[in-house]
């Protein structure tokens, strides 16, 4: 019998070559597969390391303002004003209470502000260089302040009691008590300098009510 003409440029397949095909394109998905997954790993570490790094400089920077803030807050501490402590001494009061009475035992220290003489005063007073070797000494500033605090002691402690005298215990036994008290104190001292000078700070010290 004759045999089917066959194309001589077309060679018939044999086994091997059709089932190594899916092979090959099997493992080039593997490839293309674990090449992607290593793509996006190493862009995720830099990343992350990106966004760690930049924290941590702002951090850096944030603490490095804050002590330079810190540090010039300190230097302007150093030169506000400090005002004159007046100690007024120890009172001993009844107080508002009624049933059952009560008294109140403290301690009461003022805070005031320096007139333009005192200031000028002590400015002279912490520069003894300047008054040369033949000048006398500057005058002491406190005993011009003393002298006006015995003065006024009597009106202040006649103040600070009436205030004080017409509070309750359970007033008192408040924080808030306390300060609407040293606010009241402060209000009345300075209507008796009459502008010249005011009071910057009360402070109470020993506080006992019983």
């Known amino acids: 019998m004759a045999k089917p003409n066959q194309p001589r440029d077309i060679k018939p397949q044999t086994g091997e070559e059709k089932t190594s095909t899916p092979a090959n394109n099997s493992l080039g998905r593997i490839v293309a597969i674990n ?9 995720i570490i830099f990343i992350v390391n990106f966004i760690t790094t930049q924290k941590l400089s702002n951090k850096i920077d944030t603490i490095s ?29 009844n107080l508002a209470d009624v049933n059952p009475r009560r008294y109140l035992k403290v301690n009461v220290a003022l805070e005031l502000s320096k007139t333009d003489m005192e200031r000028a005063a002590f400015s002279s007073a912490k520069a ?19 002298e006006e605090m015995n003065q006024f ?41 009459n502008g010249e000078r005011e009071v910057m700070r009360v402070s109470f010290g020993q506080f006992i009510m019983q």
């Open 35 to 43: 090449l992607i997954t290593t793509i996006l790993i190493c862009t």
């Open 65 to 93: 303002m804050s002590n330079s803030d810190t540090e010039q807050t300190e230097e302007v501490g150093e030169e506000i004003e400090r005002g004159l402590i007046v100690d007024m001494g120890e009172f001993t009061m």
């Open 128 to 146: 003894p260089e300047s008054s040369g070797h033949g000048a006398p000494p500057p005058a002491d500033p406190m005993k011009f302040i003393e």
């Open 153 to 193: 002691k009597p009106a202040i402690r006649d103040t600070i009691i009436s205030t004080l005298s017409s509070k309750t215990s359970d007033e008192l036994a408040t924080v808030p008590g306390k300060e609407l008290a040293k606010e009241q104190i402060a209000e009345s001292v300075d209507a008796l300098f």
